[in-house]
């Protein structure tokens, strides 16, 4: 962003999950964003900045994320035709056992938004599989195929984490899990029944992965329309976050923002590194450390 005395910029940064609204599900989303951006550009701001909207782990910190990549699925808008293969009728059902009110209010409870937003997406995903129309299918089918360096590794972790009782810690899973290698000679190993329940699950982790893509760049697309006449405005797209931490959707006149991947690096660690590589959770991504020491995002 180019910044003078000449041509000052107003802006403002915010976690998404405060963005909550009276018919949300307990925290901020992308379609409570898409809200923010347009107040924020009526009262004069040019730049929204949030915090980091990686996939985090138990802790909910958004400086804590399991993956430098995967978007965090609370930041999803789950609504009846969000995403496309949740149903009015599945909707109304789920939430109808959730007290919607008192998850609006007070300090975000987060377990209750995990577990009511992850049995919607299991909902959606299941009427996908068994629904989807042939452009629905192609288009989920060309996403993991673009993003498939990063999204298989992640997709295989995290079918790794739900059965070590979605602990991100991966030196507290069972120790046949512990391995990249040896989790997949475990895999191997197991009956075709387990096999296939197994890449059903790592399908759907794909799935939400694919629904964050789609969301993420409407919300893109949104901006580039609602600002078009700013034809220097740049906006956040799926993945891309600024290397201070934080990401950012430039909304006024002359504001320009690089877009970067954030990535952490190590030379050395400390850790066990017999054996091959190992999962290793750090501030932003599960990473792989090699026999030799060196170290990079695997997720």
């Known amino acids: 962003m180019n910044l003078s005395p000449e041509n000052k910029i107003a802006g403002i940064l915010t976690p998404l999950f405060a963005l909550r609204s009276e018919k949300g599900l307990g ?176 399908k759907f982790f794909s799935y939400v992965q694919w629904i964050a893509d789609e969301q993420w760049r409407e919300l893109r697309k949104f901006a580039e329309e609602h600002w078009a006449m700013f034809p220097s405005a740049s906006v956040i797209t799926a993945r891309m976050f600024s290397l201070s931490g934080t990401s950012s959707i430039s909304i006024g006149r002359g504001a320009r923002r690089r877009n970067h991947i954030s990535k952490m690096t190590s030379s050395r660690s400390s850790g066990d590194k017999t054996g091959g590589s190992r999962f290793i959770t750090g501030r932003r991504c599960a990473r792989r450390i090699s026999p030799g020491g060196d170290s990079g995002c695997a997720a």
Request: glycine residues 4%; charged residues 30%; contains cysteine.
């Open 27 to 202: 925290i901020g989303d992308v379609a409570t964003l898409r809200e923010f951006i347009v107040w924020a550009r009526e009262t004069g701001f040019g730049v929204v900045q949030l915090l980091p909207i990686n996939e985090v782990g138990r802790d909910n910190s958004p400086y804590n994320a399991i993956s430098a990549m995967a978007i965090e699925p609370m930041t999803l808008h789950l609504a009846p035709g969000s995403p496309a293969e949740l149903m009015h009728e599945t909707f109304e059902s789920v939430t109808a056992n959730e007290n919607l009110t008192t998850l609006r209010r007070g300090p975000v409870k987060y377990e209750r938004v995990r577990r009511l937003k992850r049995e919607l997406l299991e909902h959606a995903f299941k009427n996908f599989q068994l629904n989807a129309t042939a452009d629905r299918q192609t288009a989920f089918e060309q996403f993991c195929e673009r993003e498939s360096s990063w999204l298989k590794p992640y997709s295989f972790f995290r079918v790794l984490m739900e059965l070590n009782s979605e602990s991100e810690t991966w030196d507290e899973w069972k120790r046949e899990h512990r391995d990249p290698q040896a989790a997949r000679s475990w895999l191997a190993e197991q009956s075709t029944e387990m096999r296939a329940r197994f890449s059903a699950r790592e």
